[in-house]
Every structure is written in structure tokens, then in C-alpha cells.
């Protein structure tokens, strides 16, 4: 099939995707052989075409695991399980909280918590990710709008954007109704976008501006794994580059993933982007990327995403721009030792024991009222 067939003056490439289904152990009936065989010719396809792939019956749960979901999630929305929660993103200098990332959590009666990473792609293939974006948008928008109007300011907040929803003709329309309902500065909204995203959208420079002249922000999320060029990157009215988790996890550990954020820092400086560094966990690598210049950061060093009402008590607690716990301004703080401070060694402890740790910090608050700490100035 390498040679091409040639129709009427076109040349044609064909190739062939083969699923192999052995009797008996596969099915003692034809209907069952040829169904199974079918089952392994998809996952012949999904594995880049062109292959053969024998049958197993992990393909059949997993297809059917499949459809569970599909159908459930189509549920999902009507039935109130699906909720948008919070990440901080905080100054990496100064660690005062400058944004937030909403992150949908789907909570379902059937299986549990679902990973957003285990059903999003499902909605975006059956199509359900249309009403559930649409969704997660109004949702954050109108959360955000309900805390300003309670006294709570959350300068902006970031929203993650699928391909689909982008390449839907009336996606900014929806977007302009969702803007004017909920009465949220444009300004104030962040769309996030994979370079993968921008790449599969036909003319997303046009779309991507027309977002722009709403005033929207827009940020290059996973950055550094994709494949976008330089020149590319020039010319697309995005204001934010989010360095990807997998580069961060090798501060300290690996120069490569250290140059490689080098690297984006100077490119970003250059094309004068903003940079955020994401899955920050731990002081050194805050240290590390404030240092490189990097502009804002979010991780678990900071809060992993909770509900809005765990966001709202944890962040207005603290003085209008006061440093935040677990950062200190000179961002190379690894150990706190002040009645004001966040002791860092906590971060750990607090996923192990989340209720002796909600215990705790409520003593620290008390402390830090009778210590009158206003600002937590750590180091
Ligand atoms: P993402 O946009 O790259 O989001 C960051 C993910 O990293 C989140 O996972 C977040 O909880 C996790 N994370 C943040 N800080 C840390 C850290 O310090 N360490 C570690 N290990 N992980 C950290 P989550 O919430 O499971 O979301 C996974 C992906 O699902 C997101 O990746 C995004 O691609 C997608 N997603 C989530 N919500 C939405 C949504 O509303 N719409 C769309 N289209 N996609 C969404
Ligand atoms: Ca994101
Ligand atoms: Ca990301």
C-alpha cells in the first residue's frame, strides 16, 4: 500500500488498519469473532493506522467504560454534579494572589470523583464538551461576580478553552452573551489555550484577535510542549505563557528542564510575554523560577483547586496586599520560623492529614491576630 493508485489523473494513498480476533478464544461465533475483530481494527487505527492489532478483552471494558461515562456525563450538567473549582495563581515576587485557574470537578453518584483528565477528552469526542465549557464559563464568571459584589475582589480568573468549543462559528457570541449577563470586566477573563489548540483551528489568528478586541486575556497553556514556531509565537495576540508542569518537576534535579526555563524566560522577555510556572510544589523550584524571572506561579506550594467557598475563607483572610502564606517575598524562603509565617513543612503534612491540618491552621490564624501580623514577611 505504499504506492499510490492513480484515478482518473488523481493519485490516491489507501492503508489498511487490521483487527485480528482468534477462535475459540475470542468468540465460538462468527458474530462474536467479526464484533471482536472490529473492536482491535479501532485500536489498530487509534495506534496511528496502517497496523494490525490482535484482540484482548480489556478492549471491550474499556470501550464499554467508554459509553458508561458518555452517557453519564450527558447527565451530569442537568443534574447539578459537575462544579468549577479554584487554583490560586499568585505573584511569584511578593506572593500577593493575582488570579485563578477554574478547574471543573464532576462528582458522580455512579463512579466516584472523575478526573477531569478521564472525561474531558470523552466530551470532546461525543461532542458533550460544547455544553459543558459553555457551562464552566457562565459558572466562573458568575462566581467571580457574585464575590466582587460580597466584597471579595478576584483580580482575574483563567478559564481552559477545548478545540471545539473554538471551532464552533457562534463560540463568540456565546461568549459576548456570557460577558453581558454576568456583568464581568472582560479584562478580568482569561481564555486558556494549548499551542495544540491553536494549530487545529482554522484561522485562529483571526479568532484568537477577534477575543482580543473584546478585551479578553489570553494565555498559551502547557507551554514548552507543543510544537509552535518562534515565528508563530510572534504574531499571536496571546498576553501569557503557562511553562508546563514537566519542566518544573526538574528544578533541582535536572539542568535540562532548568535551561529549557531559561530559556522561555528570555524568549518571553523578549516578545514580552508574561510567564506563569504551573505545578509549583515545592520552596526551591519558587525560588528557582522567581529568580529566573518568572512572573507568577501556581502549584500545590500555593493551593491545589477547592471549592469556591474553601477559596473565598482561605485568601480574604488575609490584608488586601499582604504576602501570602507559603510565599515569602524574597520567594527563596524554604524555612519560616516567624509567628506570621506559613511554615512550609506543613505543605506535605497537609495532605496527609487534612483534618488535624484545618485544626491547626486555625490556631495559626489565631496567632497571627494576637501577633498582629499584618503582612507575613518570612525571611
Ligand atoms: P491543565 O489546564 O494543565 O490544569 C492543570 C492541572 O494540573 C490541574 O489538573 C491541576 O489540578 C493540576 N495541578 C495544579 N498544580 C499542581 C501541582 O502542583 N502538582 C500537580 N501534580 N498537579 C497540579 P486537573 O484539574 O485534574 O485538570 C487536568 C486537565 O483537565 C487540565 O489541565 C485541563 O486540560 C483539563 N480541564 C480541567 N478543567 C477544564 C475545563 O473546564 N475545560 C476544559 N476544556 N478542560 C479542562
Ligand atoms: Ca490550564
Ligand atoms: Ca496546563
Not at 2 to 22: C, K, N, Q, T
Not at 35 to 53: E, P
Request: aromatic share 8%; glycine share 8%.
Amino acid at each position: 500500500f505504499d504506492a499510490p493508485f492513480r484515478l482518473g489523473g488523481h493519485e490516491l494513498y489507501l492503508s489498511a488498519s487490521v483487527g485480528i480476533s482468534v477462535f475459540p478464544n475470542d468468540g465460538v461465533s462468527v458474530g462474536d469473532l467479526l464484533r471482536n475483530a472490529d473492536t482491535a481494527m479501532y485500536r489498530a487505527k487509534a495506534l496511528g493506522r496502517g497496523q494490525f492489532h490482535f484482540y484482548t478483552p480489556e478492549m471491550t471494558r474499556d470501550a464499554q467504560e467508554k459509553i458508561q461515562i458518555e452517557s453519564l456525563l450527558r447527565r451530569a450538567l442537568d443534574n447539578g454534579e459537575l462544579s468549577v473549582h479554584l487554583q490560586p495563581q499568585v505573584e511569584a515576587r511578593g506572593g500577593r494572589l493575582v488570579g485563578a485557574e477554574a478547574l471543573i470537578r464532576w462528582d458522580s453518584p455512579e463512579l466516584g470523583s472523575v478526573p477531569p483528565a478521564r472525561f474531558i477528552p470523552l466530551a470532546e469526542e461525543s461532542g458533550t464538551i460544547i455544553a459543558l465549557g459553555t457551562w464552566v464559563l457562565r459558572e466562573t464568571c458568575r462566581q467571580v461576580m457574585k464575590w466582587t459584589a460580597s466584597g471579595f475582589e478576584l483580580p482575574q480568573v483563567s478559564v481552559n478553552l477545548s478545540v471545539k468549543q473554538l471551532e464552533r462559528p457562534e463560540f463568540v457570541e456565546t461568549l459576548q452573551a456570557i460577558l453581558e449577563e454576568t456583568g464581568i470586566e472582560p479584562g478580568r477573563l482569561k481564555l486558556e489555550i494549548t499551542e495544540s489548540v491553536v494549530m487545529a483551528v482554522d484561522d485562529a489568528f483571526t479568532l484568537l484577535d477577534r477575543l482580543r478586541k473584546i478585551g479578553i486575556s489570553l494565555a498559551l497553556d502547557d507551554f514548552g510542549t507543543g510544537y509552535s514556531s518562534l515565528s508563530y509565537l510572534k504574531m499571536l495576540p496571546v498576553q501569557q505563557l503557562k511553562i508546563d508542569r514537566s519542566f518544573v518537576i526538574g528544578i533541582g534535579q535536572n539542568p535540562e528542564d532548568e535551561a529549557i526555563i531559561r530559556s522561555v524566560m528570555a524568549l518571553a522577555q523578549s516578545l514580552n510575554f508574561e510567564v506563569v510556572a504551573e505545578g509549583v510544589e515545592t520552596a526551591e523550584q519558587a525560588a528557582f523560577l522567581s529568580a529566573s524571572g518568572c512572573h507568577q506561579l501556581q502549584g500545590f506550594l500555593h493551593g491545589s483547586a477547592v471549592a469556591p467557598a474553601e477559596f473565598r475563607a482561605r485568601w480574604s483572610s488575609l490584608p488586601r496586599g499582604a504576602a501570602l502564606p507559603g510565599v515569602c517575598s524574597a520567594g527563596n524562603c524554604v524555612q519560616a520560623n516567624s509567628a506570621c509565617c506559613w511554615p512550609h513543612w506543613w505543605l506535605p503534612w497537609r495532605r496527609l492529614r487534612p483534618s488535624a491540618f484545618s485544626l491547626t491552621v486555625s490556631a495559626w490564624r489565631w496567632n497571627r491576630r494576637r501577633n498582629n501580623c499584618l503582612a507575613a514577611t518570612c525571611c
